[in-house]
């Protein structure tokens, strides 16, 4: 399919340079959560979940 339904693509991207993980190597998506909470949103809507996009992963 050409197009997706709105529903299927983040509301709000942000970049970090490197993904919070455990000693093996599992993402620890709490971690990620903390980070992220003191950041103000981009969006205009405060209320909506936010999605996060990772940076570039290991080489």
Known sequence: KATLA???YPRD???V???PRNTSGK???FK???QLAGTAPR???AGR???IA????PS
């Open 6 to 8: 709105p529903y299927k």
């Open 13 to 15: 991207v942000r970049f």
């Open 17 to 19: 340079d490197a993904l």
């Open 27 to 29: 993402l620890q998506h």
């Open 32 to 34: 990620l959560r903390e």
């Open 43 to 45: 969006s205009a809507d």
């Open 49 to 51: 979940a936010e999605r």
């Open 54 to 57: 990772p940076g570039p992963g």
